[in-house]
């Protein structure tokens, strides 16, 4: 049935609690790619808290993305699969290595893109501790292809646009063939991301990796480049997904540096694609 508006508008969920520990953080770091060099020292924070010299465990920005689950404002009601499109944080403090958090959830905008264009569904996440002091906003973007048509606005806020120069940096990472069945663990265990079959049937040639592993992967390579490994740095960071990333996959990230503005994208060269968009990460 077609998209009721007002609804959707509507939706509200407050007070949804969730708690996480230093297991999860590391699954996290270990998810998006971090130690793979096991002597790397500054990765080694994100995913080994039993050093010789006792240091506190760090915490990627974006295990925002995973420390509530789905938390959501409610149940969507949609006719087709629901596919992430962009994911936008903005950090307020940073994340300890465990917490008991609440999240408060509202749709922020629906927007119809046109029969057979699909439609597409804000809403906000608030993460704030147990004391009530906010870590993290979150926006997120969902995009359903058969939903289109229901004749409401299409004033989506514009996309943060790329320089036109030739990158600053230019950084390649690896992902592996094994990924995907390892970030699954930080919570989405939809089978477009494990089940060959399945994949298939969606159209893909077999299993893609998580988007929001893709978005976990570009805020390391902000982390490992612009940022000195220091999670208390971000302020915010935001991307679009416009094409599945494969296990496997060498990624390509293509950087912009403009005072304390990164703007990315990110390529797989392999197969000529470009597999995030209008990518931007604020640095304090």
């Known amino acids: 049935m077609p998209i009721d508006y007002d609804r959707l508008m509507a939706l509200k969920t407050v007070g949804q609690r969730h708690s996480y520990g230093d297991r999860d953080v590391i699954l996290y770091a270990l998810a998006i790619g971090m130690g793979a060099d096991p002597t790397n020292e500054k990765e080694l924070a994100f995913v080994n808290e039993a050093a010789a010299q006792s240091r506190p465990l760090k915490v990627v920005p974006t295990f925002a993305s995973v420390a509530a689950g789905f938390a959501e404002p409610g149940k969507l009601n949609l006719d087709s699969i629901a596919f992430d499109g962009e994911r936008d944080i903005t950090f307020h403090n940073t994340f300890p290595a465990a917490a008991d958090i609440i999240a408060d959830s509202s749709v922020v905008g629906v927007y119809d893109k046109g029969r057979d264009k699909g439609a597409v569904i804000r809403f906000q996440s608030v993460l704030k501790n147990s004391g009530g002091e906010p870590l993290a906003t979150l926006i997120t973007s969902y995009f359903a292809a058969g939903d289109g048509g229901f004749g409401g606005p299409n004033n989506q806020p514009k996309p943060h646009q790329i320089p036109t120069r ?25 089978p477009l991301h494990s089940d060959p079959e399945y994949a298939k049937s969606m159209g893909f040639a077999r299993p893609i990796l998580h988007g929001m592993c893709t978005y976990g992967i570009t805020c390391r390579a902000i982390l490992q480049t612009y940022a000195d490994y220091d999670p208390s740095s971000f302020l915010r960071h935001a991307a679009r997904f416009s094409a599945p990333v494969y296990p496997g996959d060498v990624i390509t990230l293509e950087m912009w540096k403009d005072g304390n503005a990164i703007s990315f994208e990110a390529k797989v060269k392999a197969r000529d694609v470009t597999v995030v968009k209008n990518g931007l990460t604020v640095l304090r």
Not at 167 to 176: F, G
């Open 166 to 190: 030739k990158p600053d940096r230019i950084i390649e990472v690896s992902t592996r063939p094994d990924q995907g069945l390892i970030y699954r663990l930080c919570g989405d265990r939809h």
